[in-house]
């Protein structure tokens, strides 16, 4: 079924849906951008469909709504423990196609990885509904989603698509269908991105004989001296699940206090350090390299279905050095076609 609204009835039945769901969106927040008077748009829960931004890319991905940048795992003093607690409502997350493919890729990490299953994540991920977001024609300059099968998206509850006065609204999940029982019906489908103006050629590493090759290839050099190990790509990308532990104590003889994780970067210098200072990767070439192979080779390897990477050209925006990382991934590709020539 779908409805046609215009704003304000839709705020209503917005007011409705905050009794039983936090609904997440991406929020502009003015003169909060990386640089001077400049803007950020990143996930927040919002009061009105209005504040959402529709019209642009927002610069983080909705992973932070269940994989927080900084997470309490539990409490502790010097007998006992307690699990931190989550907030009982269900979440409505509007988000991409890409994005919601993300979370899928987020799924096999943390829930399908072997015998484990990460609570912490599974708790928020239950809670989950997708309301798609159409994106515009083609998508933006840095998107190459359709290249990664990521354009079109069928795990969603509602779809949107926002017009100046009015919102077309796709209701798929029966849980949200008597939010709109009183609403006129319309014929909407969304539509979903057919062509990026950027495309990229996933390499065929398809033995270990190459696979050495590439780790050798002398590509990978030239980010010595242009990445910056920052973590900006990993952080603004919906896929990139990396973190760290560390316990924060109350008191003195650190007896009383909370384990948290907080995200992590393989980009970071100090990611694979280890005691006595030996670190498996030294250089941002070989930081660069795992990452890219991470993305568009090893994932796949290990669960067989999809690429980790989806396509949605964030780390790309993010990069202080303009470092592209579609044009990462082709001139890889054309160097794996060299090598088997």
């Known amino acids: ?30 003169g909060q951008g990386r640089y001077s008077a400049t803007d950020v748009i990143r996930y927040e829960q919002i009061e009105s469909v209005s504040e959402i931004v529709s019209d642009q890319k927002s610069d983080f991905s909705p992973k932070e709504v ?27 997350i509007f988000a991409r196609p890409c994005d919601i493919h993300g979370f899928k890729r987020m799924d096999n990490i943390f829930l399908e990885n072997g015998d484990f299953e990460d609570k912490y994540y599974k708790r928020m991920r239950d809670k989950v509904n997708f309301a798609l977001m159409e994106c515009q024609e083609g998508g933006w300059d840095s998107c190459f989603c359709v290249s990664m099968g990521t354009n079109k998206a069928e795990d969603y509850s509602l779809a949107f698509r926002f017009n100046e006065n009015n919102l077309k609204i796709e209701v798929k999940d029966s849980d949200f269908q008597n939010y709109f029982k009183n609403e006129k019906r319309i014929d909407f489908k969304p ?3 057919q062509e990026n103006s950027t ?68 980009l970071h210098d100090d990611f694979t350090e280890m005691a006595g200072g030996h670190s498996f990767r030294d250089t941002p070439a070989e930081r660069m390299r795992f990452r890219t192979l991470h993305k568009i ?18 780390c790309t925006d993010a990069c202080n050095e303009l ?19």
């Open 1 to 30: 079924m779908s409805f046609q609204l215009n704003y304000e009835r839709m705020d209503q039945i917005l007011s409705e849906l905050k009794k039983k769901y936090k609904v997440y969106a991406p929020v502009r927040f003015e």
């Open 66 to 92: 269940i994989h927080p940048i900084t997470q309490t795992l539990f409490y502790f003093t010097e007998h006992q423990f307690r699990e931190s607690e989550v907030d009982n409502k269900e979440l409505l």
């Open 191 to 193: 539509d979903f991105v």
């Open 199 to 266: 495309r990229v050629n996933i390499p065929e590493i398809d033995s270990e004989e190459i696979l050495e090759k590439v780790y050798d290839l002398d590509m990978w050099e030239e980010y010595n001296d242009r990445c910056e190990s920052c973590g900006a790509c990993t952080a603004s990308c919906v896929t990139c699940s990396c973190f760290t532990i560390r316990d924060v104590t109350y008191t003195e003889n650190g007896k009383a206090g909370e384990r948290r994780r907080n995200w992590a970067s393989c």
């Open 297 to 314: 080779f090893d994932y796949k390897e290990r669960f067989g279905d999809n690429h980790m990477c989806v396509g949605c050209g964030r």
């Open 323 to 341: 470092i592209s990382f579609s044009s990462t991934i082709n001139k890889l590709s054309q160097a794996v076609q060299t090598l088997k020539a």
